[in-house]
C-alpha cells in the first residue's frame, strides 16, 4: 500500500471512529441510535485495527532482520591490542 493512500485511510477511520466517541455519551442507550452509533464504533475500529496490522505487516517485511551477534564475530571486529 502506499504510504499516501495508507495515511488517507487511517485518517477517515480514525476520524469516524472519534466522531462516533464523541456522540456516544449523548445518546440514550437502547435507542436506534445508540445502536448505529456502536455499530460505528465497532467498524470503524476494526478498520483501524485491520489496516494497523496490514501495515505494520508490510514495513516488517521491507526491513531487513538483524543478523544474531555472537562472541566470535564481535571479538573478530575489535582491533587487535
Do not use: Y
Request: net charge negative; no cysteine; hydrophobic share 50%.
Amino acid at each position: 500500500m502506499a504510504p499516501t493512500l495508507g495515511r488517507l485511510a487511517f485518517t477517515m477511520g480514525l476520524t469516524l471512529f472519534l466522531l462516533a466517541l464523541i456522540t456516544l455519551p449523548f445518546l440514550p442507550p437502547g435507542s436506534p441510535a445508540f445502536v448505529a452509533d456502536v455499530l460505528a464504533l465497532l467498524i470503524s475500529g476494526g478498520f483501524l485495527a485491520l489496516l494497523v496490522w496490514s501495515i505494520r505487516r508490510e514495513v516488517a517485511r521491507h526491513i531487513p532482520s538483524q543478523p544474531a551477534h555472537e562472541e566470535d564475530d564481535d571479538a573478530s571486529s575489535r582491533p587487535p591490542s
